[in-house]
């Protein structure tokens, strides 16, 4: 495939490559996994409605400053950074704030990898029941819902297993990874992102018509300003970034790969709007199941995991539709790790000057190994708190850390650098030139970044972490 950047540069092949690739990389276990739980644990409504004015006034903002970053670097995202920085005639210690941002994204990557290995685990156990019982009846077939939700507990309790699938989807966007951008992550993208789209869409309607619809949409959608609390708008600002592959240096490593003919405010609307239609469809496929089988909705994590699976028991042919909704989350979780894992090997790659296998080696073994302590917190280590003495973090073990660490902290307030960057510090002329806005749209998105993310991020930050000052 030809290199877009027009230099020998890997790069991808097309416009439809970097969107297709960009929304592999933001719609992933953020939408299907993280958003439901979110949404649950913070009481439906208010979050939701709070999550999307953040998409729409921060996050969308913000993903074309990070894209714009990227394209106009044509590097790793420090270096990126650093250059705009110099060619803006300002201080290169901005490039920190990049280095940031690909440490966040190793974090992410040690934990989501476990969370990558419970999909397997879910394959592993419909492909059985498939073979069990036929496709014919429902899930499950005679076995209680109690049984089907003690397979998460099961799993957790069983260390070895969590390790052995951890390292086993590593190793899968590890391979990925180190094939480059437009022959392995490109691939990846182009084949999975259209099969997880057709496959999403029949589940999502599919679970239109059963269940408890108009319920899980009056919960998902009905705004109670009494519920919206600091740490609520905290979650919901996270949320939003982590589900959009912000601040974590993710979308200006990709942003380095785009041709210049790309216009960078389309292509961004897009991927936000692909994004945040995955993760509405998300809650509107798992809560009316959650609600018809008279379930908990602030199931939390176990929401996609335990409940959707008691759903799938009084569906027709639900083992085989249980087989292709996890198969199809599978698709959507390698799309995302492959660019948590790009961000840190492209930096590693320049930095230490060495091939890009190599690189991806190092990242892979680093992320194995962290990620593997994120798994033994639900085990044998649940009692090593390592930051338990900060009330953000109290009574968590690494995994929560490591999330809490990234969607709370690195992630806001690697956006906030990211837009007082692009608004304030690098040069009008160069961020004229890349933005594709014109007139009044871009007069408004200067005023988002320059004004309103910072501003609302910090407020947001500070009533969050310390929700007493309210
Ligand atoms: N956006 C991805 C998801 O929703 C996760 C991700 C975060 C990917 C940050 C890259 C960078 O699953």
């Known amino acids: 495939m030809v290199a877009a950047t027009g230099s020998s540069r890997d790069g991808w092949s097309s416009r439809s490559a970097f969107i297709l690739a960009a929304v592999g990389s933001a719609v992933g276990l953020g939408n299907m996994w993280r958003f439901p739980a979110e949404a649950g644990a913070n009481g439906g409504g208010a979050f939701v409605l709070f999550y999307i004015f953040c998409v729409v006034l921060i996050g969308l903002p913000v993903l074309l400053s990070e894209t714009l970053i990227g394209r106009h670097g044509q590097a790793s995202a420090p270096e990126s950074v650093r250059k705009i920085a110099a060619e803006s005639g300002r201080s290169s210690h901005w490039d920190t704030l990049a280095s940031f941002g690909v440490l966040g994204a190793f974090l992410v990557l040690s934990f989501y990898c476990v969370v990558g290995g419970w999909v397997l685990y879910y394959i592993g156990v419909f492909v059985q029941d498939v073979f069990a019982t036929g496709i014919a009846g429902g899930a499950f077939e005679g076995r209680p819902p109690e049984d089907i939700e003690s397979l998460l507990p099961g799993l957790f309790s069983d260390g070895m297993l969590m390790v052995g699938l951890h390292a086993v989807f590593i190793t899968i966007t590890f391979y990925f990874v180190s094939r480059g951008v437009s022959s392995g992550i490109e691939w990846v993208a182009t084949w999975l992102m259209p099969a997880f789209f057709v496959l999403f869409l029949a589940i999502t309607v599919y679970g239109a018509f059963t269940g408890a619809f108009s319920e899980a949409l009056t919960y998902l959608f009905t705004f109670d300003a009494s519920k919206l609390t600091g740490e609520v708008m905290l979650a919901a600002v996270g949320q939003a970034f982590f589900s959009l592959s912000l601040g974590v240096a993710g979308m200006m490593t990709y942003g380095a790969y785009v041709g210049r003919e790309v216009n960078l405010a389309g292509t961004s ?202």
């Open 269 to 470: 609307g897009i991927i936000a709007g692909a994004d945040t239609a995955v993760a509405l469809l998300a809650g509107l496929c798992i809560f009316p199941i959650v609600f018809a089988a008279g379930l908990e909705p602030n199931g939390g994590p176990g929401l996609m995991f335990q409940t959707l699976p008691i759903g799938f028991q009084s569906m027709p042919v639900g083992s085989l539709v249980g087989l292709l909704f996890f198969i199809m989350v599978f698709f959507a979780a390698l799309t995302s790790s492959v660019s948590l894992m790009e961000a840190p090997t492209a930096w590693l790659k320049e930095k230490a000057n060495i091939g890009r296998p190599l690189a991806t080696l190092v990242v892979t073994i680093g992320a194995l190994l962290l990620g593997i302590l994120a798994a033994l917190s639900f085990n044998s280590m649940a009692d090593f708190q390592p930051l338990g003495f900060i009330p953000l973090f109290e009574g968590q073990g690494m995994f929560d850390v490591l999330d809490t660490v990234t969607s709370k902290v690195l992630m806001p307030v690697g956006a906030i650098m990211t837009a007082l960057f692009v608004g304030w510090v690098a040069e009008r002329r160069l961020i004229d030139s890349e933005n594709g806005l014109t007139g009044g749209l871009e007069k408004f998105w200067l005023f988002l970044v320059r004004w309103l993310c910072p501003f609302a991020l910090i407020i947001i930050l500070v009533v969050g972490i310390f929700p007493s000052i309210l």
